[in-house]
């Protein structure tokens, strides 16, 4: 299927916002749920938003509740992560992914077979 390529990643100062994109190239993933999870040296993916086939529900942990926001643009074939009041801690690798098998949010990496190659997002204190 479609390859998915992060973009938009950098260095912010803590406080700061970071807006992710996610683009589908070579065909798209409109049919299926949609996710982001992060990565830190040394540290296993975490789950950090999902969002449904038809992008009216959406999924995030405590961690980042009510400073991200995933949304989805089937047009541009695109994901978007907007990140605020970013924290150190939220710094690492952000991967996007695509759920085939599934419509609904769901929040575990063995629940979705697509990925990207990742953007580096690092959050100074």
């Known amino acids: 299927q479609a390859q998915l390529v992060e973009s938009g990643g950098g260095l912010v100062q803590a406080g700061g916002s970071l807006r992710l994109s996610c683009a589908a190239s070579?065909?798209?993933?409109?049919?299926?749920?949609m996710g982001w999870f992060r990565q830190a040296p040394g540290k296993e993916r975490e789950f950090v938003a999902a969002?449904?086939?038809?992008?009216?529900?959406?999924l995030y942990p405590d961690s980042v509740k009510g400073r991200f926001t995933v949304s989805r643009d089937s047009a541009k074939n695109t994901v978007v992560l907007q990140m605020n009041s970013l924290k150190p801690e939220d710094t690492g690798v952000y991967y996007c992914?695509?759920?085939?098998?599934?419509?609904?949010?769901?929040?575990?990496?063995?629940?979705?077979?697509?990925w990207g190659q990742g953007t580096q997002v690092t959050v100074s204190s």
């Open positions: 070579g065909g798209t993933f409109s049919g299926s749920a």
């Open positions: 992914a695509a759920a085939t098998s599934y419509v609904g949010t769901v929040s575990l990496v063995r629940q979705y077979d697509y």
């Open positions: 969002i449904s086939r038809s992008g009216s529900a959406t």
